[in-house]
């Protein structure tokens, strides 16, 4: 049902922002109670969340990325972008874009984007 699809530069220069758009066809962004992540992999490293947005339009950001972190939305285009300021190659990683929802615990995905690779490199 629900496809995601990312899409951005694979290179990007530090101190530079990283901007990905991640595209949603199968259902609505807006949908009760969903929220849109974006979760990243550096390589030979585990999956770390980056942040989220709500169904209704909130944002949520890992603490340790929220001061260079931005998520944000377009309705009428059913997606949703992440923008990384002053990146360094620490941040090259595969990014992900996913559809989850939060429970008491934890979060959990039923939808994933195939990934995108993104490189840090001057």
């Known amino acids: 049902q629900v496809r995601l699809q990312e899409s951005g530069p694979g290179l990007v220069k530090p101190s530079q922002t990283l901007s990905l758009t991640c595209t949603v066809s199968?259902?609505?962004?807006?949908?009760?109670?969903?929220?849109w992540s974006w979760i990243r992999q550096p390589p030979g490293k585990g999956l770390e969340w980056m942040g989220a947005?709500?169904?209704?339009?909130?944002?949520y950001y890992s603490p340790s990325l929220k001061t260079r972190t931005s998520i944000s939305r377009d309705t009428s285009k059913n997606q949703f972008t992440l923008q990384l300021s002053s990146v360094s190659p620490e941040d090259t990683a595969v990014y992900y874009c996913?559809?989850?929802?939060?429970?008491?615990?934890?979060?959990?995905?039923?939808?994933w984007g195939q990934g995108t690779q993104v490189t840090v490199s001057s």
């Open positions: 996913a559809r989850g929802w939060k429970t008491l615990v934890v979060n959990l995905y039923d939808y």
């Open positions: 199968g259902g609505s962004i807006t949908t009760n109670y969903y929220y």
């Open positions: 947005i709500a169904y209704s339009g909130t944002t």
